[in-house]
């Protein structure tokens, strides 16, 4: 179910506005997206033009693509986007990666790890090695969460060791070798499927064209060409499918659909460059349907899996390459016991390439398939990163939670740490002060990927005027604005009851500005615009900091977008009307946003902004009304029916890789830890 407002304008409301499946959004509006495009981010599929795409394509003779190119948005993990549509992951990732892998590297940083966790400890002890005990080549002993294998000396404890190294392999329960099997056009719908001859099992290859169908590239009527591909699948078998090997030129996308026609998986550039590889496991037997189809910024996937001619137009083509396997897939579950507060990280290598880790409660939280979001940890963090695959996690109960991996057949090695929050490892940071600055006068834009370095930026005060606020009030908003953050961050985290001893104060640096650049003062500018700043987003974190090792990190939330005229579902002003509490709305939403860029600062991540729960940490680019800013059912802000937006438990948004569930609320708590 989606999020449906409407929008009140001036003093007469306008029609419905529905958010975010605007089959008749325009470019520019303010993060609205078409249901294609909706359905696409549902499966983890980006909308906007690939930066660095544009530079291969040149590269490799094709300088031109129908999904276009762009210059690179801010990183929108650390950035609330006005729209989704600029929201560029292919490129962030790879950025990401080989930043991880540098950091990962460097003995400075590791230096770093060291000095951070030697607060409790005297050095930062060696890792032990666990090797599996599953005999090699067989499966069937640790591959569950309940039969996940302990691993009893890790912990942390003073009694036990926060580090291990995990040594073992990943059974190859395959069958035959692939078959080559052969296609010819239309196959672009389920009805028109290629037969691959898998019957509860097998392999099978092909190389195709995607563009040369009749809905494909001229002669054909160019509403982009789909090929489907039959499987029938036995129970407890995974559907695995990858397009490596195609070329350089064609962007895949890969998505497995059932019977019904209904998309159950997808991905887009798992593989090499731009190609595709999925693994999915069904939760039934029964026929399912895995699709090659090309990258497009209008969405992907056609509108109808029945109908060959109902894509949108304008995908990518070329040959590619297809391999698909229907078989049992070895797991393997370690399970390591944790106390509420301790913050997990855990890296794959080897052919570990996917990493999850289950509740004792038996609930899945956080999980990742080529996830690595390391590089955006502050110096000082202890947690590891680099490999395949890394994640991190806070513990939200005391006992045994599982660790999965999965990946490629052969030997893998998995490393995993755990730690406690940052301000228990340095009791000199037992009280974190957060300071909201209204008026900095400069920033330095750098710190958060801005090529424009140090700027002037426009007072928060400024601003007042265009909510339909007297100037001369504008102190007052930013009283409750702090008010709202204060709220945010102290009384509801003090009284969700996950951590007794939550300890941070929210300040104004108008009345504080002795504490700016002091330690263990966060600091928050909420003033300045795209123009002064260089940096296309309504708010963006300096980190992403699980376990809040870093107490002096920095946000900004600039207020162009959040003070433009009504119209934009981005706008502050697309939701008042005569009925209005100006100030009290306006205080609320700006209060809101910068809770959120703090949330990422102690360490979460973005959760999905298109489901049914409205998060604190929602990413950005659409239902800003519901996830943000608290319009309640009326659709009008700053009226009685406002609702209390709340760090929650929630999906984390897809289209950033990670899977599962994240409590951003413990996650927060335990940030705050003045034990």
């Known amino acids: 179910m989606r999020k449906t407002?409407?929008?009140?304008?001036?003093?007469?409301?306008?029609?419905?506005?529905?958010?975010?499946?605007?089959?008749?959004?325009?470019?520019g509006d303010g993060g609205s997206v078409t249901a294609a495009q909706q359905d696409a981010l549902d499966l983890g599929i980006q909308v906007a033009p690939k930066a660095?795409?544009?530079?291969?394509?040149?590269?490799?003779?094709?300088?031109?693509?129908?999904?276009?190119?762009?210059?690179?948005?801010?990183?929108?993990?650390?950035?609330?986007?006005?729209?989704?549509?600029?929201?560029?992951?292919?490129?962030?990732?790879?950025?990401?990666?080989?930043?991880?892998?540098?950091?990962?590297?460097?003995?400075?940083?590791?230096?770093?790890?060291?000095?951070?966790?030697?607060?409790?400890?005297?050095?930062?002890?060696?890792?032990?090695?666990?090797?599996?005990?599953?005999?090699?080549?067989?499966?069937?002993?640790?591959?569950?969460?309940?039969?996940?294998?302990?691993?009893?000396?890790?912990?942390?404890?003073n009694s036990r060791n926060n580090?291990?190294?995990?040594?073992?392999?990943?059974?190859?329960?395959?069958?035959?070798?692939?078959?080559?099997?052969?296609?010819?056009?239309?196959?672009?719908?389920?009805?028109?499927?290629?037969?691959?001859?898998?019957?509860?099992?097998?392999?099978?290859?092909?190389?195709?064209?995607?563009g040369d169908g009749p809905h494909g590239n001229p002669p054909g009527d160019d509403t982009n060409d789909f090929d489907f591909y039959k499987v029938d699948v036995a129970a407890g078998n995974s559907i695995t499918a990858n397009t490596e090997g195609s070329a350089a030129t064609t962007d895949t996308i890969i998505a497995v659909y059932d019977a019904e026609g209904t998309a159950l998986a997808a991905d887009d550039d798992s593989g090499t460059g731009t190609s595709s590889n999925l693994s999915y496991?069904?939760?039934?037997?029964?026929?399912?349907?895995?699709?090659?189809?090309?990258?497009?910024?209008?969405?992907?996937?056609?509108?109808?899996?029945?109908?060959?001619?109902?894509?949108?137009?304008?995908?990518?083509?070329?040959?590619?390459n297809l391999a698909i396997s229907v078989q049992q897939v070895d797991a393997d579950f370690y399970s390591v016991r944790l106390r509420p507060g301790d913050t997990v990280g855990a890296v794959g290598n080897g052919g570990a390439t996917g990493l999850a880790v289950t509740t004792p409660s038996g609930e899945r939280r956080v999980g990742g398939v080529g996830t690595d979001a390391s590089s955006l940890y502050p110096p000082t963090s202890p947690l590891p990163g680099g490999g395949n695959t890394t994640i991190a996690y806070v513990a939200e109960e005391a006992g045994w939670y599982a660790v999965e991996v999965t990946g490629a057949v052969g030997a893998y090695d998995v490393t995993v740490e755990g730690y406690r929050p940052g301000a228990e490892l340095d009791r000199t940071a037992r009280t974190q002060t957060?300071?909201?600055?209204?008026?900095?006068?400069?920033?330095?834009?750098?710190?958060?990927?801005?090529?424009?370095g140090v700027v002037d930026v426009s007072p928060f005060s400024s601003f007042v005027p265009k909510w339909g606020i007297a100037r001369a009030d504008a102190r007052k908003v930013e009283n409750r604005v702090v008010d709202t953050v204060r709220a945010n961050l102290q009384a509801e985290l003090q009284s969700s009851g996950l951590n007794p001893d939550v300890n941070v104060e929210v300040l104004n640096a108008r009345t504080n500005a002795d504490l700016i650049g002091k330690e263990n003062v966060s600091r928050i500018y909420v003033a300045g615009t795209i123009a002064e700043t260089g940096i296309s987003t309504i708010g963006i974190a300096q980190y992403i900091d699980p376990g809040n090792y870093g107490h002096e990190d920095e946000a900004i939330v600039l207020l162009d977008v959040l003070s433009a005229a009504a119209g934009p579902i981005s706008s502050l002003n697309t939701f008042m009307n005569a009925s209005s509490d100006r100030v009290r709305f306006v205080s609320a939403a700006v209060g809101n946003v910068v809770a959120h860029e703090v949330g990422h600062t102690i360490g979460s991540y973005h959760t999905d902004n298109a489901d049914e729960i409205g998060n604190m940490m929602d990413s950005g680019g659409a239902n800003f009304a519901f996830n943000l800013y608290g319009v309640g059912p009326d659709n009008v802000g700053g009226t009685a029916d406002d609702t209390n937006v709340r760090f929650l438990t929630d999906t984390y948004t897809p289209v950033e890789g990670f899977t599962g569930l994240e409590n951003t609320l413990n996650v927060s708590a335990w940030a705050y830890s003045g034990r």
């Open 5 to 27: 407002f409407a929008a009140a304008v001036g003093v007469a409301a306008v029609a419905s506005l529905t958010i975010p499946t605007l089959s008749t959004a325009a470019a």
């Open 52 to 157: 660095s795409d544009l530079a291969a394509r040149k590269a490799t003779g094709k300088a031109t693509s129908k999904a276009g190119g762009a210059a690179l948005s801010p990183n929108p993990y650390l950035a609330n986007l006005p729209s989704v549509t600029d929201a560029d992951y292919f490129t962030w990732n790879k950025r990401m990666h080989a930043k991880a892998e540098q950091r990962a590297d460097s003995a400075k940083l590791s230096a770093n790890r060291r000095e951070a966790a030697s607060a409790a400890a005297s050095a930062l002890p060696p890792a032990f090695v666990h090797d599996e005990e599953e005999p090699a080549g067989s499966a069937g002993s640790n591959d569950t969460a309940p039969n996940a294998e302990p691993i009893a000396e890790f912990g942390t404890a």
């Open 163 to 210: 580090r291990v190294r995990i040594l073992g392999e990943l059974a190859n329960l395959s069958g035959p070798a692939a078959r080559t099997i052969t296609t010819a056009e239309d196959q672009g719908s389920i009805p028109l499927a290629t037969a691959t001859g898998i019957t509860g099992a097998g392999a099978v290859k092909t190389t195709s064209v995607l």
């Open 281 to 320: 496991t069904p939760e039934a037997p029964g026929t399912y349907y895995v699709l090659v189809a090309g990258y497009s910024l209008a969405g992907p996937l056609p509108e109808d899996p029945f109908d060959s001619g109902s894509g949108f137009g304008g995908a990518d083509d070329g040959a590619y």
């Open 434 to 452: 957060v300071l909201l600055d209204f008026d900095p006068g400069r920033v330095n834009a750098a710190t958060w990927g801005s090529l424009s």
